[in-house]
Nanobody, 119 residues
Framework: QGQLVESGGGLVQAGQSLRLSCTGT????????MGWYRQAPGKQRELVGL???????NYADSVKGRFAISRDKAENTMFLQMTSLKPEDTAVYLC?????????????WGQGTQVTVSS
């Protein structure tokens, strides 16, 4: 449990790269699932990539091969490495974590960081 805080968003040119970070006030490695979502104006929030308890990472088809999720235990941080960015990647990117509780699985969200890709 705890807060999730994203950082690293900004304005980049199409084809460039950007890395987002998500830091938790608690131990993020206690989450059974962690990942990234994004939401563009007027569109529904969509999954970018999700790391499940088995360690496998599922990526949306739209970002597969371009985005990668990684974690750094020492920094208690999860990263979203984005390459070959496209204008359609423009969105607010949200860090997500899930933990099991006696009530069931509980979801945690960051407030989001804006990524804007210019053509």
């Amino acid at each position: 449990q705890g807060q999730l805080v994203e950082s690293g968003g900004g304005l980049v040119q199409a084809g460039q790269s950007l890395r987002l970070s998500c830091t938790g006030t608690a131990n993020i490695f206690s989450f059974n699932a962690m990942g990234w979502y994004r939401q563009a104006p007027g569109k529904q929030r969509e999954l970018v990539g999700l790391r499940t308890s088995g360690g496998n990472i599922n990526y949306a088809d739209s970002v597969k091969g371009r985005f990668a999720i990684s974690r750094d235990k020492a920094e208690n941080t999860m990263f979203l490495q984005m390459t070959s960015l496209k204008p359609e990647d423009t969105a607010v990117y949200l860090c997500y974590g899930q933990i099991g509780t006696i009530e069931g699985y509980r979801d945690f969200w960051g407030q989001g960081t804006q990524v804007t890709v210019s053509s």
